[in-house]
């Protein structure tokens, strides 16, 4: 009988010390809790870019971008973009197979597009072209409206790293 009476006040001590608190005294003290929803929509930009940074701040896009663009009537225009810091260019395309002196070269200047801030364009030497920045490449774009080309061939030079 004795350990009955010892048992049931231990009992009783655990099972109020595993009960949940009852906190509605605090409740109406409490701020009330906010729940942020982020949304993020698909893009053609970088995580840089979506956090905020542009290409231009972001991103390492001064140097020497080199490929091959498709050409109608030729097996391919080999082209050299260099961009540098100070905002100039040099493009040198060569049209491939066509015999000697069709090499051009242009210098020029070129900007960031401050509606889409990983797009440059070219002045008007460089025939107002435009480019999409990325990490170590350069894409030609539509020089109207900046968007990709709608075509399965490679409009994209790539960064010379040497």
């Known amino acids: 009988?004795?350990?009955?009476?010892?048992?049931?006040?231990?009992?009783?001590?655990?099972?109020?010390?595993?009960s949940k608190p009852n906190t509605d005294t605090h409740e109406s003290n409490r701020a009330p809790e906010n729940t942020v929803t982020q949304t993020i929509k698909p893009s053609n930009t970088s995580p840089a870019t979506a956090m905020g940074a542009t290409a231009e701040t972001a991103l390492d896009?001064?140097?020497?971008?080199?490929?091959?663009?498709?050409?109608?009537?030729?097996?391919?225009?080999?082209?050299e973009l260099e961009?540098?810091?100070?905002?100039?260019?040099?493009?040198?395309?060569?049209?491939?197979?066509?015999?000697?002196?069709?090499?051009?070269?242009?210098?020029?200047t070129f900007s960031f597009d401050?509606?889409?801030?990983?797009?440059?364009?070219l002045d008007k030497a460089g025939e107002n072209r435009k480019f999409f920045i990325g990490e170590n490449f350069v894409e030609a774009r539509d020089i109207n409206t900046g968007k990709v080309i709608d075509s399965k061939l490679n409009y994209k030079l790539q960064?010379?790293?040497?």
């Open 114 to 121: 401050p509606d889409h801030p990983s797009i440059i364009r």
């Open 61 to 79: 896009w001064a140097g020497e971008y080199k490929g091959v663009f498709p050409c109608a009537d030729c097996p391919g225009i080999e082209t």
């Open 83 to 108: 961009l540098k810091a100070d905002k100039t260019y040099e493009l040198t395309q060569e049209y491939l197979g066509k015999g000697k002196n069709k090499e051009f070269k242009v210098k020029g």
């Open 159 to 162: 960064k010379d790293l040497n």
């Open 1 to 18: 009988m004795k350990t009955t009476i010892l048992i049931l006040p231990l009992i009783t001590i655990t099972l109020t010390a595993c």
